[in-house]
């Protein structure tokens, strides 16, 4: 017998996604959920999750005022929501193949391809 | 004169890089959303926003869904271990919620695209101005209420340019049409009206 399609609908509040646990494929603790990145669009989508300590500041909106008087430049750390496999008990458990060092390093490409198109 | 020119150009450009930048790419963070105001097109407050529902869909993708306000969503966001407790007590009594598509504007207060009497988020401030605030003299309860009354269900402004000249054909015909004493503030629904939800969990 063919296995039924899975049809229920998975409703998460995103009260308890912030603050959720992040551990990697491997059982390792990233940091807890602090905010949340999304899409401005008709139907906003949740992209990137926002955890670590520059990601209070981030929240609160000092992150950037504070860098930028200190003339340093500071970013939270993320991660994508395509790299989440699972998000279960408050934990959101991430894919095997993903690799944080591999994100940075294409963010702060990103970053720097964006301040280059400002200047 | 040259200093004004170069203000427009300016302008112009921030203009265009903000036309460059598509929705996809313009990032919304929570402050953005949570705790926000509610207010409806007719400039009434109706709401903070407690929390905020999401949907997973089948394909991975993480998508709001609805805003949430009520004192169980608040409690949720203390300890997720409080929602049960409370909901034991209020039962989901005054528990409110309001589909995301109806936010117009992601500003510094959520523009809604509906009237406050189209959403049952207000109907306890409504209450408490219809049956106590109303016996307090000089509280302007008649002249709100009037207003109140006076407005038409729906969206305050057609949203496309096809909907504005179906609205203002529309007013043309029943203006034209022979043997009524039409005013000329006459207004009518547009054949594409905003239904009112029942936005109650």
Not at chain 1, 65 to 73: E, G, K, N, R, Y
Request: charged share 25%; with cysteine; hydrophobic share 35%.
């Amino acid at each position: 017998m063919p296995p039924q399609p899975h049809t229920s609908r998975t409703i998460i509040r995103i009260e308890d996604l912030i603050g959720s646990k992040i551990i990697t494929a491997d059982g390792r603790k990233l940091g807890h959920v602090v905010d949340i990145h999304v899409t401005r669009e008709r139907e906003p989508e949740v992209i990137a999750l926002v955890y670590g300590r520059l990601a209070w500041l981030y929240r609160l909106g000092v992150l950037y005022p504070f860098s930028h008087l200190l003339h340093l430049t500071f970013h939270p750390y993320t991660v994508p929501w395509s790299a989440v496999a699972k998000f279960e008990h408050l934990t959101v458990t991430l894919k095997p193949d993903f690799e944080e060092k591999v994100w940075e390093e294409e963010k702060q490409a990103e970053r720097q391809r964006e301040e280059h198109f400002q200047a | 004169m040259q200093e004004q020119e170069q203000e427009q150009v300016q302008q112009e450009i921030q203009e265009e890089i903000a036309q460059e930048i598509s929705p996809r790419q313009q990032i919304l963070v929570m402050r953005n959303i949570m705790d926000n105001q509610l207010e409806t097109c007719d400039d009434i407050e109706i709401g903070r926003v407690a929390d905020i529902e999401a949907e997973l869909l089948p394909d991975g993708r993480l998508v709001l869904t609805k805003l949430l306000t009520g004192p169980e969503s608040l409690a949720g966001r203390v300890s997720s271990r409080l929602r049960p407790i409370v909901h034991f007590f209020l039962r989901h009594r005054f528990e409110h919620s309001i589909p995301i598509d109806e936010v117009d504007g992601f500003h510094p207060t959520l523009r809604l695209r509906g009237r406050a009497r189209d959403y049952t988020i207000g109907a306890s401030e409504r209450w408490i101005a219809n049956h106590i605030l109303r016996w307090i003299p000089g509280s302007g309860w008649k002249e709100w209420h009037e207003r109140l009354e006076q407005q038409q269900p729906g969206p305050c402004k057609p949203e496309t340019e096809a909907e504005v000249q179906a609205e203002t054909g529309n007013e043309t015909q029943e203006i034209r049409a022979p043997g009524d004493a039409v005013g000329t503030n006459t207004s009518v629904a547009s054949t594409t009206a905003h239904q009112p939800h029942d936005h109650t969990h």
